[in-house]
């Protein structure tokens, strides 16, 4: 039997129906100390020489850098729908239902792998490079072999050369939020929501999405009035325990300190209020749930006027309450506050009025909310507008300070996004991106949403890959695994390169000026470079890389000498 195995670039996505022969060798990358550095080995059964359908073998690492290396298997799930029909952009690797590669699980040495014949399969590498690691350059060899740990025959070897740069990625400075959906894990994983089941859940997702760059996070005050049909709950997820004294409101932070300690120790550092009124329009108030003559009961929801004086009496006082709690732990500044979800031009009016009822209390604090017209910020409605990111231009233009952006399942023509059926260099194009029009902050609604639209029903998200309606991968980066952890996506994993390559950016505009640095973008790709137009070939990507690090190189070793 002969088994073909290629190391290839992260950002390739290999089918089962593919030909190995079509995937390009990538036999070496540098890497920054503080780095997680990503390659593919791609692999398959050759039809030359074949002897059986599939085969069972094993992983081997051989590197000084073995104790660094973890591998996860990409696995393919079903996709029904890759884009919207009437989506003209051609920038998809397919646009046919079928499975496509997007799930990560993890691999050691005694786990099995199965090659078959002419099918396309490939395993994820990350080498995890400590600060402060010792410069150089590293052999990563990824042997299959017939016995556990290497023991048995080599049948095939996939040789790879790490170099490492002996200068720490800076820490994160972009703000990051993917949605955080506690009901979801909840009604998955079969638990009561805050037991202490539950809790376990959170913090292994927590550590999951810090891990890939996701430094803020949604923070259930109440729960969220995000993706709800009207007139419909999402179950109860609410942190702050809320008594009614008739004439005065009472509040109890005890599980919200739990999650900001826990999220905290997990590596968080902005929290993400969840929104104080409903989305598309703030017409209504959130779910919130209290305690009145004894009974834990439904104080407001969707029956409630958003402007509604007992609800904006409760909402002031709340507030207050919060805010003094926060500042008693050092975080009020930490918190990133909401209004509504995605007003319109027909919400201009509604969503003013829902913010004068808070507009004085959060003076001084960040307001954020996500919309796509620029007539929210220019009237003074919202300072720090999200806009998405096919309209970042426009605010851009009228002068944003502070500028964020959003994708979500609207933005599937010519800009980036994490669609499975997208090529994961459209993916980490946004690093650069973020780095040319020096973006503050990024939201994405979905890291683990597993519910259908409007929040109607449970979905297996190892089935039903689009949420019911929306482009397959819209909706969640991570899978559920069995023992309540995460199972990444080779896009989590893709976005968290594009992060350290802004990351690299930046340490390389400290050091040589973003004159050099934008020197190696548009003399990479000498075209208009815009949230539109960038190169579709994954090896600009890597190309550009190489430039910034070997920019970061060249300083260090000048500057010791």
Known sequence: MEII???????????????????????????????????????????????????????HVDSPLKDLVKASKIESVPVRMPTYTACKDENYLRKTPGLYPDLMIPIGETD???????????????????????????????????????SGDTLACAEFEVKVIPADLPEQELKFTQWFHCDCLAEYYGVDVFSERHWEIIENYMKCAAKNGMNAILTPIFTPPL??????????????????????????????????????????????????????????????????????????????????????????????????????????????????????ESHIASYAMAKAIVADLLEGYTVIDALSLVKFYQSGLVQTPIPSINHLDEFIEAGV????????????????????????????????????????????????FWFSMGSQGRMNPFVTTDAGRVPAGDA???????????????????????????????????????????????????????????????????????KINALIENKINNSEN
């Open 5 to 59: 195995a290629k190391p290839i670039s992260s950002l390739e996505k290999c089918f089962l129906d593919e030909n190995i022969d079509s995937k390009r060798e990538i036999n070496s990358l540098s890497a920054l100390t503080g780095e997680t550095l990503c390659f593919q080995v791609a692999y398959t059964i050759s039809p030359n020489l074949p002897t059986a359908d599939c085969a069972v073998v094993y992983l």
């Open 112 to 150: 099995e792998i199965y090659p078959m014949l002419s099918v396309l399969q490939s395993l994820w590498i990350d080498v995890e490079i400590p600060k402060g690691f010792a410069g150089g350059e590293y052999p990563v060899n990824i042997s299959f072999t017939t016995g556990e740990k290497g």
């Open 227 to 344: 993706d709800t049909a009207i007139g419909k709950e999402r179950p109860t997820v609410q942190l702050v325990e809320v008594y009614d004294g008739s004439k005065k409101w009472g509040f109890d932070f005890t599980k919200l300190d739990r999650w900001l300690d826990l999220a905290q120790k997990c590596g968080i550092k902005y929290f993400e209020i969840s929104h104080f009124f409903t989305q598309w329009g703030a017409y209504h108030a959130p779910k919130v749930m209290g305690w009145r003559g004894g009974n834990y009961v439904r104080l407001f929801g969707w029956d409630t006027d958003a402007t509604s004086d007992e609800y904006t009496g409760f909402l002031r006082a709340f507030l207050r309450k919060f805010i003094e709690h926060m500042k008693s732990r050092g975080l009020d500044k930490n918190c990133l506050f909401h209004i509504s979800d995605e007003p319109g």
């Open 401 to 448: 300070p502070e500028r964020w952006t959003y994708y979500c399942c609207g933005q599937h023509t010519d800009v980036s996004n994490r669609f499975i059926a997208m090529p994961l260099s459209r993916t980490r194009i946004i690093g650069t991106q973020f780095y040319k029009y020096s973006i503050v902050g990024f939201l994405q609604w979905g890291y683990n």
């Open 476 to 546: 969640y980066s991570v899978y559920p695994a069995p023992d309540g952890s995460a199972y990444e996506s080779i896009r989590i994993r893709s976005f968290h390169e594009a992060l350290c390559d802004l990351r690299a950016m930046q340490l390389c505009e400290k050091l040589c000026g973003r004159e050099a640095v934008m020197n190696a973008i548009e003399t990479t790709f000498p075209q208009p470079f815009d949230c539109k137009n960038y190169p579709q070939d994954g090896i600009y990507i890597l190309i550009l890389r190489n």
